[in-house]
Every structure is written in structure tokens, then in C-alpha cells.
């Protein structure tokens, strides 16, 4: 037997791999509600989460400002990404 494909069929180099699926790192991607902006959250309004609120605490304490501790996940939100512009946290390495 020899070690030909037939003409048809891909060789191995040529198959092609479907892409995992993965979170972050896409650059601008507003097919998605998690890239919505915080005011047109339908659950904006409830009150942050417990990482949201955590992450905050880090960011505003490396910024050396105070902020609420009775903020909206939109208003988390909005503060985290003006806090990690601040900060440089936010920007890829």
C-alpha cells in the first residue's frame, strides 16, 4: 500500500481545528449582552456583587480613592473600568 491520499480528502495539515471557546482577549466584541453598556443591563440596577465589590476595594485602594459601598452592578461596572485605566490593571501586559 502506499502512503497517498486520495485527492479528495484532506491531508493532516489541512483539517481544520475548531477554535475552543474562551472568555476575554476577543478585542471589541458587541455581539454579546456581557459587552453592553452597564445602563442597558436589565439586571444593572441590582445591587454589585460580592467580586465586583472585592475587586473594587483592591482597585480603589491601589487608586487612593473611596467609593460607595451601596453601588448598582452598572455603577461597579463603570467605576472598575475608569479604576483599572487608572491603575493600569486594565491593560493588556
Known amino acids: 500500500m502506499s502512503d497517498t491520499t486520495l ?14 471557546e474562551t472568555l ?9 449582552s456581557a459587552s453592553k453598556d452597564p445602563s442597558e443591563w436589565v439586571t444593572g440596577d441590582e445591587p454589585m456583587t460580592g467580586a465586583q465589590r472585592s475587586y473594587l476595594d483592591t482597585l ?4 487612593g480613592e473611596e467609593l460607595p459601598a451601596d453601588l ?4 461597579a461596572s463603570e467605576h472598575i473600568e475608569r479604576l483599572q485605566a487608572k491603575t493600569g490593571r486594565g491593560s493588556a501586559s
Request: proline content about 13%; hydrophobic content about 20%; glycine content about 6%.
Open 60 to 63: 480603589a485602594r491601589e487608586a
Open 72 to 75: 448598582t452592578k452598572a455603577q
Open 7 to 20: 485527492p479528495d480528502e484532506p491531508s493532516r495539515d489541512d483539517r481544520v481545528t475548531p477554535e475552543p
Open 24 to 32: 476575554g482577549a476577543r478585542g471589541d466584541d458587541t455581539a454579546t
